[in-house]
Nanobody, 120 residues
Framework: QLQASGGGLVQAGGSLRVSCVTS????????MGWFRQAPGKEREFVAA????????RYADSVKGRFTISRDNAKNTVYLQMDSLKPEDTAVYYC???????????????WGQGTQVTVSS
């Protein structure tokens, strides 16, 4: 249902953009978001966007550095990550669900995850 891509290795202070493509049906009726999970830690919320109004929500740890956006024509949601820090290293998962805020327990669909590694 959700296919994430775009992860990789970047130096601290650098930028990276991850993408998540899904079917038109899923994209047009679900809020979309990103979560991440670092080694030894629980999965945590990163950012989300409502499907109709485009309202966004961010974790405090990424506010001002990350931007979530969507391309309706491509059924794709993006997470632009700037000023990356080593603590941003994690597997990033895209997610979709109909409840807002998009807490992990309300996620209906999960992507397979893409690794983001930030070196110091």
């Amino acid at each position: 249902q959700l296919q994430a891509s775009g992860g990789g290795l970047v130096q601290a202070g650098g930028s990276l953009r991850v993408s998540c493509v899904t079917s038109g049906r899923t994209f047009s009726s679900n809020h979309m978001g990103w979560f991440r999970q670092a080694p030894g830690k629980e999965r945590e919320f990163v950012a989300a966007m409502t499907w109709r109004t485009g309202i966004t929500r961010y974790a405090d740890s990424v506010k001002g550095r990350f931007t979530i956006s969507r391309d309706n024509a491509k059924n794709t949601v993006y997470l632009q990550m700037d000023s990356l820090k080593p603590e941003d290293t994690a597997v990033y998962y895209c997610a979709a669900g109909t409840a807002w805020p998009l807490y992990s327990r309300y996620v209906t669909y999960w992507g397979q995850g893409t690794q983001v590694t930030v070196s110091s």
